[in-house]
């Protein structure tokens, strides 16, 4: 790691730059950023663009007033990166078709924001989401087109190690408040949640990597990027990560011997579930792992069956149409104190009932239309698409992520779904009939 991290010295150099101006004045971040990702553009450093934007994502995620410069700053580099595509057809010549099945979403969303008690911040959220979509995929198609995303890849998973190592250090040397939220581990990420959802799409694009680079690492090197993560993961407590990340990795093994047993296999899980789910506690204490997984807890998902009731609850006031993007937010914001005495913090915890406030029954289908679709195309090429479309449905049923723009869980999603639908002659595949 610090051989690449040397290697690559003046980009490691530029993010700590960023920090530092973060920490002096925010305004100044807001413009050193933007002056920082032009110089990267007319250098043609592209694949550094989009990690060094997907590192600001990162921190924003961050509560700490050293970090509230990214949240200041990332709108203005969405609209920068974005246009960076717009204007330059000729550096994005193999352009991504990630957006069109979600094109009828964003004509609901746009309808729906009319109605919302914020209309502008409705409007900005709606934006920001069409800007990631449609525009954020191209920087993962033109890399995969040149070198098969080699050198993206390497930046994006030494960048996230040096982030969890980073995160790991601070918590033997910063108080424990630091790196901690209620007696659980949150490195530099917002919250416990917060390394659970990142962990999963990133432990994900870590195999797809792996699956089209198998010699990119060493195995040393591969002992410190998924040793890092899985301390994190351990020490953040994340049921919804550890058992995200174990639906993926036991249907690609399925899924790799055939599609027809994978397929088996969801339906006898399918079955087998409600039979689980009934007696999980006692399965998990049967290993001795009550306390570490919070049994005691599992029957109201940590105060998510609160936040799930009140989300339908509200919906029947907007069943087919919702309010507008980020009215959730603000429908908890203003209940959170009745809510925190019946034992909830935070948001609705789901990404679909999120979408049904925010859009409506309409909306939803037509989110999951565009969601299904990629993944059935991706499905077609890769045997892995299944397996990561449920371990991100699992992962979206308990938090929210999925229905957000900018954060760093939705823009490695997105990198994973345009991994899987690139079609690699190189390697061995195990295709599947077109959905």
Known sequence: ????????????????????????????????????????????????????????????????????????????????????????????FSKSKFWYPFAAFFAV???SMFRNPLPMLAFQKTLSFALMFIYIPNYFTREIAIDRGERMLKLWIWSGTVLYVVALALSFILPVDYTYLVGRYNGLLGNPNGIGSFSTVFFIMIMLTLQKHPKMFTTPQLVLIFGSLIISVLMSGSRNCIFSILIFLFFSRFYKISYWIGFVIVIIVAILFQIINENLPAIINAFGLGDYFR???????????????????EIQNNFMLGRGFSYEETLFEENKYWLNDLGHLGGVHNTFLALWLNTGIIGVIVYLVGFFKNFFKAASVNYMALPTMFAILFSCMFEAWFQGSLNPFTIIAILNITLLQ???????KNTVPVL
């Open 422 to 428: 690139h079609v690699d002659t190189t390697q061995e």
């Open 109 to 111: 969303a746009s309808i």
């Open 295 to 313: 049994v005691d807890h599992l029957e109201d998902g940590s105060g998510r069956l609160i936040a799930w009731t009140f989300g339908w609850q």
């Open 1 to 92: 790691m610090l051989e690449f991290v040397k290697e690559n010295s003046q980009f490691y150099m530029l993010i700590l730059i960023w920090v530092i101006a973060g920490i002096i004045a925010p305004e100044l971040a807001m413009v050193v950023i933007p002056l920082t990702l032009m110089l990267l553009k007319n250098k043609g450093r592209y694949a550094e663009i989009i990690v060094a934007f997907a590192i600001l994502l990162y921190f924003s995620d961050n509560r700490k007033h050293e970090f509230a410069f990214a949240g200041k700053t990332k709108d203005i580099a969405l609209v920068l990166v974005s246009a960076f595509v717009m204007f330059d057809s000729k550096q994005f």
